[in-house]
């Protein structure tokens, strides 16, 4: 499958679900950067998820213009690999834009755990996971 007709089922598969439509183009946009900045942990996907739609929420962006930032979700540069890390990325988009996630954190930024930046002094860390903190 490719990312197009991965993210295209899994919205057809949402959609009697929920009332909210799924832009396909947001979608794939925020499956790669939760694939790139969390695969592999199911507890950073919807945490990474939702960071990106509050940030673009926030800032009345796209999710598209959120995570192609230049130094904001780096891993969204990374080419996803078909397989399951790709499809549980995808589904985890598909849902949080959907509305059929709970948001567990209010975050707006995240940083790596191994990571200090100065920038970070001043917001609270509201919660963290095996690869992230997690901060408004």
């Given at each position: ?6 993210v ?5 598969a949402?959609?009697?679900w929920?009332?909210v439509?799924?832009d ?9 950067a ?9 507890v ?7 960071t ?7 800032r009345g962006r796209t999710?598209?213009a959120?995570?192609?930032?230049r130094?904001?979700f780096k891993?969204y ?6 397989g399951p890390e790709?499809?549980d990325?995808v ?7 959907g ?9 707006r930024?995240f940083v790596?755990k191994?990571s200090y930046p100065?920038?970070?002094a001043k917001?609270v ?6 690869k992230?903190?997690y901060?408004r």
């Open positions: 499958m490719t990312i197009a007709s991965t295209a089922a899994a919205i057809a949402l959609a009697p929920t009332p439509t799924v396909a183009n947001q979608a794939i946009c925020l499956a790669r939760i694939w790139g900045e969390s695969r592999g942990s199911f950073d996907m919807p945490l990474v998820a939702f990106a739609i509050h940030r673009a929420s926030d999710i598209c959120i995570v192609r930032q130094h904001q891993g540069w990374k080419i996803p690999k078909p790709w499809d990325a589904e985890v988009a598909v849902f949080a834009l509305g059929m996630l709970i948001d567990q954190y209010p975050a930024f790596r191994d100065s920038w970070t917001l860390v509201i919660g963290s996971s095996e992230h903190r901060m």
